[in-house]
């Protein structure tokens, strides 16, 4: 079966800029998530849909980062204005209900 | 608040020697704790789950709930063990997965 999608691989933004990030699941999958890793940590999440709606957003800085998943299937996670400290690896993952995270490929970005 | 704790930056071994890469973590409830590792050029993927009690490539956990840890061994290292390893814990009312900051692993020939 395919693996979860992420597009762009790369990309390098100036401060202030906005930015979008798309993710495709894989199929069937209900649970995405989002997560920032940042050099040198671990994944932290971002923000978790069940379907089409919101688990968790806890640690998702609303001021600038939004998300969203039409339809329950692909996602995009958007930030305006990026910061300097936005710089990361951004990762995707799916699941089936409650069993294990497939991850992407990751999308780096660097904010200059 | 869930916190996993991995001390070691980097473990740099000869193939064949014994390993064990340590997790520490913090949890008030009854933690899922598993192994994502990350290979070069890879995606991250799961390894180990200590509910599955079984070996994989070789590895193994075991949970031990009075030291509050979760290492990974392994008694001989190959050079393809080499990668980042993420020691994760799932718990808390939406079953948050929380990660340490990784154990690179360096097996050399």
């Known amino acids: 079966e395919a693996g979860v999608a992420q597009s762009p691989r790369y990309k390098i933004i100036e401060k202030r800029q906005s930015v979008a990030f798309w993710c495709n699941p894989i199929?069937?999958?209900?649970?995405l998530y989002w997560y920032q890793q940042i050099l040198g940590q671990g994944p932290k999440l971002l923000i978790q849909?069940?379907?089409?709606?919101?688990?968790?957003d806890s640690q998702l800085p609303k001021d600038r980062f939004s998300a969203e998943r039409l339809k329950g299937v692909d996602s995009t996670l958007k930030i305006q204005p990026a910061k300097l400290e936005d710089s990361a690896v951004y990762l995707c993952a799916s699941s089936p209900e409650g069993y294990e995270q497939y991850f992407g490929p990751g999308t780096r970005l660097t904010v200059t | 608040a869930q916190r996993v704790t991995q001390p070691e930056k980097l473990l740099s071994v000869f193939k064949g020697a014994p390993v064990e890469l340590k997790c520490n973590y913090s949890y008030s409830g009854s933690p899922e704790l598993f192994w994502y590792v990350q290979y070069s050029r890879q995606r991250l993927q799961l390894l180990l789950r200590h509910i599955s009690r079984e070996s994989i490539k070789g590895f193994t956990a075991d949970l031990n709930k009075g030291e509050t840890s979760f290492h990974l061994k392994k008694p001989f290292a190959q050079e393809e063990d080499s990668a980042m390893y993420y020691c994760?814990?799932?718990?808390?009312?939406?079953?948050?997965?929380?990660f340490g900051t990784g154990t690179r692993l360096l097996v050399s020939p």
């Open positions: 199929s069937g999958h209900a649970t």
């Open positions: 994760a814990l799932k718990g808390g009312g939406f079953q948050k997965l929380v």
């Open positions: 849909f069940q379907n089409n709606g919101v688990v968790d």
